[in-house]
T-cell receptor, first 109, second 118 residues
């Protein structure tokens, strides 16, 4: 089993739609969790951290379920500019980042 | 703040040559930097952890003699791909860890270097 797994995608949604991505991780000792966004041929950029209590940043909501070892990202009112690959990142005791394979989102006009 | 640069952004070389990629933290000191490789339509795979003043730690399956890492200062790490072959063609991305007091340690990524070996 891979250390971090994500919905394979791609997700093709119309503008204004709500879309949710899921991520599961295998290491129960993982400490920190993030969602990164990566545009084509660019480096990953931090989208948001994921906290146990859940957190929201504008149209983006991230949630963590430690018991199920599951992370989610919800995007409301999708914009064309949201089109990208979304990477789930899990950090263990060694502080190393483990990236999921990514889920590609295309928001269509 | 927390900007990381990489140079060159793109390089094309002949098979058998060596290529050096630089990673710099521009506005903070980084005792730890990371080198990743990303093949098309795949995620980032950690190659090695670069530690200032000491040897790098390589992930399983990554040849340390082929991918030479030097972290000579708190703002610079270099990755040298020696005797490059076409299968080494990839997107190489570095990141630098920013240590924060009483908070998680965030990594900031460089813009990446696209290596093409002919």
């Amino acid at each position: 089993r891979k250390e971090v797994e994500q919905d394979p995608g791609p997700f093709n949604v119309p503008e204004g739609a709500t879309v949710a991505f899921n991520c599961t991780y295998s290491n129960s000792a993982s400490q920190s969790f993030f969602w990164y966004r990566q545009d084509c041929r660019k480096e990953p950029k931090l989208l948001m951290s994921v906290y146990s209590s859940g957190n929201e940043d504008g149209r983006f909501t991230a949630q963590l379920n430690r018991a199920s070892q599951y992370i989610s990202l919800l995007i409301r009112d999708s914009k064309l500019s949201d089109s990208a690959t979304y990477l789930c990142v899990v950090v263990g005791y060694g502080q190393n980042f483990v990236f999921g394979p990514g889920t590609r989102l295309s928001v269509l006009p | 703040g927390a900007v990381v640069s990489q140079h060159p952004s793109r390089v094309i070389c002949k098979s058998g040559t060596s290529v050096k990629i630089e990673c710099r933290s521009l506005d903070f000191q980084a005792t730890t930097m990371f080198w990743y490789r990303q093949f098309p339509k795949q995620s980032l795979m950690l190659m090695a952890t670069s530690n200032e003043g000491s040897k790098a730690t390589y992930e399983q399956g990554v040849e340390k003699d082929k991918f030479l890492i030097n972290h000579a200062s708190l703002t610079l790490s270099t990755l040298t791909v020696t005797s490059a072959h076409p299968e080494d063609s990839s997107f190489y991305i570095c990141s630098a860890r920013l240590l924060r007091e009483n908070s998680y340690n965030e990594q900031f990524f460089g813009p990446g270097t696209r290596l093409t070996v002919l």
